[in-house]
């Protein structure tokens, strides 16, 4: 038997006006995801527990199966464990991205305008952090370069005790009573407030302002966290374990979990993402050894903080066509019995624009043993509640998954 979870990221929503008052699942066309709601199990799962913020490492800890009241040290240390960064015991690690801000002279009175910077490319983001670090490193702080926006840093010594928004929470909304609070705020603010200087004449800027994209005008900290300590997948589960990710919180969790992580070439985390090449690796990870596979597809969330409900609804259908779809079919063309756990970890609500706490539906389907107990009833929010089913500790449902119980 073979086990795959596909995590459409932040694919829950709430009722979209732009599809008059559906849901992203209601509105997508999702026909293979469908068949498995029912032909398999479908119910719902609370991934985030009381207590803690509904962010991706988080919720898809849980989803992996793992107790984030027990493990959870923070992001960014996840993150850094992606890139390579090697943490020492009094090391602080903090998400870093490149946003950009509106102009206005003090920095205070700025407006998160896109906490992407566009979605700046890879490339480009890493002459930016390096010129950012060449600037701000220091005996204790370092800026290290990591995927599109998202990158790292490390304070030796740093401290916990702070209070830091994550940048998709306010996307649109005045900076002034966001900005970092607690242990090493005036040194953070001072870093952001530099950041501007640094990268307002870099090269890469320009040409993004050239061609009509939006620049990376500041960096934005948050995610704290210390060295991370997860029990070994495998050991855990007894199953040899891949995951496949564009997003290095993902391949960091894949790390630290002693799980392979997948570099997939052209894997982007947006709707541009390399769709078939994931499909592929997932399929190439199964046939080559791998028990379990994890496939995190990131650009339902990445659409829903941009408040974009016609791509959120493409990504939600490509994930169908292109991943779920070409796996069930590869794998009973080569007569390979499986188990597919399909969820969000998370609801990111186009309204809102950042992710929520609620319960997710989620799908475990068997090809040795469909039923025929949800049918007619289609892969969505409502319908996931009607079946009555309710996982209240979402770390538990990995061991359901696995038929551990």
Known sequence: MKYIVILGDGMADYPVDAFDGKTILEAADKPTIDYMAQHGEMGMVKTVQEGMKPGSDVANLSVMGYDTKKCYSGRSPLEAASIGVEMKDDDVTFRTNLVTLSDEENYEDKTMLDYSSGEITTEEAAQLMEAVAAELNTDKIKFYPGISYRHLCVWNGGSTNVDMTPPHDISDKKITDHLPKGD???TFIEMMKKSEKILKEHPVNKARIAAG???ATSIWPWGEGTK???DNFEKKFGLKGSVISAVDLIKGIAK????????????????ETNWDGKAQAALDALLGGSDFVYAHMEAPDEMGHQ???EKKKFAVETIDKRVVKFLKDELEKRGIDYRMMILPDHPTPIKLKTHVSDPVPYIIYDSTAETDTNAGLTYTEENGKKTGIYIEKGYTLMN????LD
Request: glycine share 16%; net charge negative; with cysteine.
């Open 184 to 186: 090493g705020a005036e």
């Open 213 to 215: 994209k939006n620049p």
């Open 228 to 230: 991370p300590q997860l």
């Open 256 to 271: 630290c979990a002693g799980m392979n992580s997948i570099d997939v070439e052209g894997a982007t985390g947006n709707c």
């Open 307 to 309: 408040g974009l409900p």
């Open 400 to 403: 359901r998954f696995l038929n």
